[in-house]
C-alpha cells in the first residue's frame, strides 16, 4: 500500500522555525515529485512548494519564498520542509502528496495534479 506519513508540525511561536517530513512508505520516492500543501480553517487549499524527483527543480508559492525551503534524500525515501520566520498566518494543517514523473523537469504547486496525499500534520504559529 502506497502511503505518506507527515510529521514535524507542533506549537511554534512567530518568527521560530519547524522542519516537517514526508515519509514514504511501501514505494520508493526516485520516481515521484511531490508537493506540499496547506489548508487553514476556513481557507481554501493552498500549494506551498513542489521539487522534482531529482531535487533538482523546486517551486514556492509566493507566500512561503524566502522563508521555507524543500529538499529530499531519496535514500530516506523522504522530503523534508524547512520553515523559517513562521508568521501566524502559516498556521494550517500541512500534507504532502506525491505524483509518479520519471521524466520530470519542473513542478507544480496544483494539487490537483498530485495522485495522492497523506493525512497531514498540524503547524501553529501563536504567541
Known amino acids: 500500500q502506497l502511503q505518506l506519513v507527515e510529521s514535524g508540525g507542533g506549537l511554534v511561536q512567530p518568527g521560530g522555525s519547524l522542519t516537517l517530513s514526508c515519509a514514504a512508505s511501501?514505494?520508493?520516492?526516485?520516481?515521484?515529485?511531490i508537493g506540499w500543501f496547506r489548508q487553514a480553517p476556513g481557507k481554501e487549499r493552498e500549494g506551498v512548494s513542489c521539487?522534482?524527483?531529482?531535487?533538482?527543480?523546486?517551486n514556492y508559492a509566493d507566500s512561503v519564498r524566502g522563508r521555507f525551503t524543500i529538499s529530499r534524500d531519496n535514500a530516506q525515501n523522504t522530503v523534508y520542509l524547512q520553515m523559517n520566520s513562521l508568521k501566524p498566518e502559516d498556521t494550517a494543517v500541512y500534507y504532502c502528496?506525491?505524483?509518479?514523473?520519471?521524466?520530470?523537469?519542473?513542478?507544480?504547486?496544483?494539487?490537483?495534479?498530485?495522485?495522492?496525499g497523506g493525512q497531514g500534520t498540524q503547524v501553529t504559529v501563536s504567541s
Open positions: 502528496a506525491a505524483d509518479w514523473r520519471p521524466y520530470s523537469t519542473f513542478c507544480t504547486i496544483d494539487r490537483g495534479q498530485y495522485a495522492f
Open positions: 521539487i522534482t524527483k531529482s531535487g533538482s527543480t523546486t
Open positions: 511501501g514505494f520508493t520516492l526516485d520516481y515521484y515529485d
